[in-house]
Nanobody, 119 residues
Framework: QVQLVESGGGLVQPGGSLRLSCAAS????????MSWYRQAPGKQRELVAG???????NYADSVKGRFTISGDNGKNTVYLQMNSLKPEDTAVYYC?????????????WGQGTQVTVSS
């Protein structure tokens, strides 16, 4: 089993910054990627940013140039640096880990952390 614990959410004014952290613990096999998703009220959960085990990153168009995903393999932690925040970034942000064992894919989710961008 894998546990993911997010932190770093909160209330910030438009144009401000926040840094989210996601610490992973448990039993790891072959980690494919760690990612951040978000879900705003009344909307579907969407991918924000992903980081593969090979170091490749991908971002939603809406956050490109403003958000940066990074990882610390030694701490099994992934970060999301969010700059130039906008009210439309308000959502619950979830950490996601995908790994493979014996050909089967396993996906884990954190409990989520609230990000509110408002003046």
């Amino acid at each position: 089993q894998v546990q993911l614990v997010e932190s770093g959410g909160g209330l910030v004014q438009p144009g401000g910054s926040l840094r989210l952290s996601c610490a992973a613990s448990g039993i790891f096999y072959s980690i494919n990627a760690m990612s951040w998703y978000r879900q705003a009220p009344g909307k579907q959960r969407e991918l924000v940013a992903g980081l593969t085990s090979g170091g490749n990153t991908n971002y939603a168009d809406s956050v490109k140039g403003r958000f940066t995903i990074s990882g610390d393999n030694g701490k099994n932690t992934v970060y999301l640096q969010m700059n130039s925040l906008k009210p439309e970034d308000t959502a619950v942000y979830y950490c996601n880990l995908a790994q493979t064992r014996l050909g089967d894919k396993y996906v884990y989710w954190g409990q989520g952390t609230q990000v509110t961008v408002s003046s």
